[in-house]
Antibody, heavy 120, light 110 residues
Framework: QLQLQESGPGLVKPSETLSLTCTVS??????????WGWIRQSPGKGLEWLGS???????YYNPSFKSRVTVSLDTSKSQFSLKMSSVTAADTAVYYC????????????WGQGTQVTVSS | QSALTQPASVSGSPGQSITISCTGT?????????VSWYQQHPGKAPTLMIY???KRPSGVSNRFSGSKSGDTASLTISGLQAEDEADYYC??????????FGIGTQVTVL
């Protein structure tokens, strides 16, 4: 059974960079059948897809976040990461890592989520 | 890109059927058969219930079914049970290669 687990700081200061890591277990992060991505959820904006990466390193971003978000892959550690620059209080949310199967456009596996608060 | 439109809340008695609507545009729901539905209990991550408009992942009860007409998708829960009380979100792929969600519907079992 595929499992995803987020990790990273729960508190980030305004204007700094948010960095999160997702560790994948129970399956190969190098699988050609998967895209790996990040989704966040806040009371004000609901669920928002941030970006995804394929095992080849190809990345795909939500146009609303493209200038601030970077998703990267470390196959040796079975991890992928999210970096979001110049954060503000509006970026306070629960951040989920997730898997999208190659065969369609959906999210079939989610991490448990990690709360990130932006505050000085 | 705007979020998909869902009713804020829907309720029903045990055993009844309820339907949740999800309205988009010709650039998202109307453009592709890539509509998904997720169930979320408080404090938990969302769980996939329906994908590709009508398909159920392995392990999801056949009491859950999906459909689509034009720019509107629907999720029907038949034989409503107490455990179905949760928030439900729809999602769709878009013509701008984006992935958007609905604002969520709270389902209450009376």
């Amino acid at each position: 059974q595929l499992q995803l687990q987020e990790s990273g700081p729960g508190l980030v200061k305004p204007s700094e960079t948010l960095s999160l890591t997702c560790t994948v277990s129970g399956g190969s992060i190098s699988s050609s059948n998967s895209y790996w991505g990040w989704i966040r959820q806040s009371p004000g904006k609901g669920l928002e897809w941030l970006g995804s990466i394929y095992y080849t390193g190809s990345t795909y971003y939500n146009p609303s976040f493209k200038s601030r978000v970077t998703v990267s892959l470390d196959t040796s550690k079975s991890q992928f990461s999210l970096k979001m620059s110049s954060v503000t209080a509006a970026d306070t949310a629960v951040y989920y890592c997730a898997r999208r199967p190659l065969s369609t456009v959906t999210v079939d596996y989610w991490g448990q989520g990690t709360q990130v608060t932006v505050s000085s | 890109q705007s979020a998909l439109t869902q009713p804020a809340s829907v309720s029903g008695s045990p055993g009844q059927s309820i339907t949740i609507s999800c309205t988009g545009t010709s650039s998202d729901i109307g453009a592709y058969n890539y509509v998904s539905w997720y169930q979320q209990h408080p404090g938990k991550a969302p769980t996939l219930m329906i994908y590709d408009v009508i398909k159920r992942p392995s392990g999801v009860s056949n009491r859950f079914s999906g459909s689509k007409s034009g720019d509107t998708a629907s999720l029907t829960i038949s034989g409503l049970q107490a455990e179905d009380e949760a928030d439900y979100y729809c999602s769709s792929y878009t013509t701008s290669s984006n992935y958007i969600f609905g604002i969520g519907t709270q389902v209450t079992v009376l």
